[in-house]
């Protein structure tokens, strides 16, 4: 979950080198996707940028409405060899044609936050998993509070 100015996130390439740095803290393989788009919320193209081949791949995103990005990017990791693909996703939207989308994807499960109410998603859709997030939430509030390092928590992960 990133804490971030949305004015200045495009800036930085902080998803990135979060993810690599998990991975190479867990010692497995990173990959990404390079989207291409001619207007906004449409992707004219993706490529995928890393081996996948007999992998379980994890997409990583902030949010997902639609989930069309993300059920392409899945069809894509299963086209490219990814023995198993699951979506992890802080922000579960899930607009629209979104669950049906989820359930028809090569996705075998999509683990959400609890940042948004997701009892009905759950109900409709048996790929839809949430996890709560409210100790940590509580815990950057208290240290906002304090004057303590945010950032701190998030770089001290415990593996």
């Not at 080198?17 to 989207?35: C, E, N």
């Not at 998603?121 to 950057?140: P, Q």
Request: hydrophobic content about 45%; glycine content about 6%.
């Amino acid at each position: 979950m990133d804490l971030h100015a949305s004015q200045i996130q495009g800036f930085f390439d902080v998803p990135v080198d979060k993810a690599t740095s998990i991975a190479d803290r867990l010692g497995v393989d990173f990959a990404l996707f390079h989207k291409e788009r001619k207007k906004a919320n449409e992707v004219s193209r993706m490529i995928l940028v890393g081996h996948v081949r007999d992998k379980v791949a994890i997409l990583v995103d902030d949010m997902a409405d639609t989930c069309g990005t993300l059920c392409l990017a899945a069809s894509h990791l299963s086209e490219a060899g990814a023995s198993r693909v699951f979506g992890l996703v802080t922000h579960g939207i899930l607009s629209g044609n979104a669950l049906k989308a989820v359930s028809e994807s090569t996705l075998e499960k999509l683990v959400v936050t609890n940042t948004l109410p997701q009892s009905q998603n759950v109900a409709e859709c048996s790929k839809i998993e949430v996890i709560d997030i409210g100790t940590v939430l509580a815990e950057v509030i208290r240290r906002s509070h304090n004057g303590e390092s945010v950032s701190k928590l998030f770089n001290e992960v415990p593996f």
